[in-house]
């Protein structure tokens, strides 16, 4: 007992802040049970004004003896959740004892409603407070990058003996089931002593593996099981040789869905679906709410699009070379290919900012909102490469587009906020696009050198004219940046503004 004594420290500085805010959720729950709730006496406030500040007395000493005034940045959260509940139920048990033995003619429910109220009015607070503190540490990204890479070729390994193949088939087969093992075996050589199969969750078992030992990773963990998912590519990335093959699987948002509502009862499906999103998709992505997911769910089960999948890849120096789906998982071979991006932090927020070149090839941030899924910004290439362009030069069949950013993107939602950009000079009212890179590379010198001489614009010449292809689109913008020339933006502009309303309003122009 003296131990259990001497290790809380009873005795301790107190926070001066916290102990102020707990003293006024006393009081407020003090009026509110008084002043709103329907009691036997007409003058409450004058009845219970010593009991109220007697149980105030009870409820700051129990706090201070469960050391609920220390400061938050040294408690965790459910240490200071449990320390609320003791103190509660400490405030309480007193006060219902003395009540009944001594003091009859007061409520026992104005005593449980006001402890029950201030108990909540607490737990809302260190909610809120704990959402916040692991929101502003929570970090998905690395840290550091590897240093630049020498001789990054794989190590020399001796071949499994038959007895270890066939127990490395067999966990393969018992974790992943047949079909996969036989994918496996099609495209790598499972008795290579350069090919590692894992299925830990935890990243440090990676970081001990000495780099370019091995030339094929192989991860049967589900991804939407693994916490710190860049963090476990970074160290990938680092770990195999160039070009090395990493294969990993996940189940996308929309088989999750389908399999959500195949697997429930009719009519409730949807319900459980609905919360299933925003407990799995939503709350990970909310500020407030973020860290505190993870916190909770420890990382497993997460939701992820098909989209955020391949894209994290790409951010982290892997080329998707295939993907196959297998029973509710896909599968993807990615290859090494360079260095990860170094990314700041992921943005899942509503409200994105995306570079793209202005005036003088200077690059800027354009101000958006999101109409893609995360990561889809490291996925031009790769949707170019697979589907090309479509009519009005945008991707033929791009996955990166939500359904509620199509809608937005058809009328022109996603674009309000480069309002922003034109009030900081960024941007003019008529002008061709700001490109992304990939976009920008597309075009011909001659048109490169002519866009950088003027800003980008809210409206491009596009809708005047509505091109199909990404020849007539250039086209259409050279036309647009010769007239600038010769007859200066203003007048140009003023005649390609009237032709774009025109469009728009009566031909219904849209965006694509």
């Not at 609320?84 to 005593?111: D, Q």
């Not at 496996?184 to 969750?201: A, H, R």
């Not at 693994?226 to 699987?249: A, W, Y």
């Amino acid at each position: 007992m003296h131990k259990v004594i001497s290790k809380m420290r009873i005795f301790y500085k107190p926070s001066r802040i916290y102990f102020i805010l707990d003293v006024l959720m006393l009081l407020l729950s003090f009026y509110v049970v008084l002043d709103w709730f329907p009691l036997t006496t007409n003058t409450p406030f004058n009845k219970y004004s010593w009991p109220s500040l007697y149980y105030s007395l009870t409820w700051i000493i129990s706090s201070y003896f469960f050391q609920r005034y220390k400061p938050l940045k040294k408690q965790q959260y459910f240490g200071s959740s449990l320390r609320l509940f003791y103190t509660a139920f400490i405030a309480f048990i007193i006060y219902a004892i003395i009540i009944h033995l001594f003091f009859k003619i007061y409520s026992g429910f104005v005593l449980l409603t006001i402890t029950l109220g201030v108990f909540f009015v607490n737990y809302l607070f260190l909610s809120l407070y704990y959402a916040y503190r692991f929101a502003v540490e929570y970090n998905d990204v690395p840290v550091s990058l590897a240093p630049e890479r020498e001789n990054a070729q794989v190590k020399p390994a001796i071949q499994l003996d038959e007895k270890s193949l066939k127990q490395l088939k067999s966990t393969i087969r018992t974790h992943s089931g047949d079909s996969v093992l036989k994918y496996l075996q099609k495209y790598i050589d499972l008795s290579s002593g350069n090919t590692l199969v894992y299925n830990s969750t935890e990243p440090e078992n990676l970081q001990m593996i000495p780099n370019y030992q091995y030339s094929s990773i192989v991860q049967l963990k589900r991804l939407n099981d693994t916490r710190g998912v860049n963090r476990r590519l970074t160290i990938i990335n680092e770990k195999l040789p160039d070009h090395g093959m990493f294969v990993c699987c996940f189940e996308s948002k929309s088989t999750r869905k389908k399999r959500i509502l195949e697997n429930n009862p009719k009519g409730l499906n949807y319900v459980f679906y609905t919360f299933d999103y925003l407990y799995k998709r939503v709350m990970p992505r909310l500020f407030l709410t973020r860290n505190l997911y993870y916190f909770i769910t420890r990382g497993n089960n997460r939701i992820f699009s098909k989209t955020e999948v391949l894209g994290r890849l790409y951010c982290f120096g892997f080329k998707v070379v295939q993907q196959k789906k297998i029973g509710h998982l896909t599968y993807v071979f990615a290859q090494r290919e360079n260095q990860p991006t170094p990314v700041k932090s992921p943005i899942y927020g509503p409200l994105i900012r995306l570079r793209r070149f202005g005036k003088d090839g200077e690059p800027f941030e354009v101000y958006k909102m999101r109409t893609m899924h995360p990561y889809s910004e490291y996925l031009q290439s790769y949707i170019y490469e697979c589907n090309s362009l479509k009519e009005g030069g945008k991707f033929n069949k791009d996955i990166r587009v939500t359904t509620t950013g199509g809608i937005m993107r058809k009328y022109w939602f996603d674009e309000l906020p480069m309002l922003l950009n034109l009030l900081k000079g960024e941007m003019k009212l008529v002008g061709v696009r700001p490109l992304s890179a990939q976009y920008f590379n597309l075009y011909s010198k001659e048109l490169q050198a002519k866009r950088v001489k003027f800003k980008p614009g809210l409206l491009p010449p596009f809708y005047a004219d509505m091109p199909r292809t990404l020849d007539e689109i250039q086209e259409s913008e050279m036309t647009y940046l010769i007239a600038c020339e010769e007859r200066g933006e203003f007048l140009t502009d003023s005649r390609y503004i009237l032709l774009i309303l025109k469009n728009i309003l009566f031909k219904k122009a849209r965006s694509g």
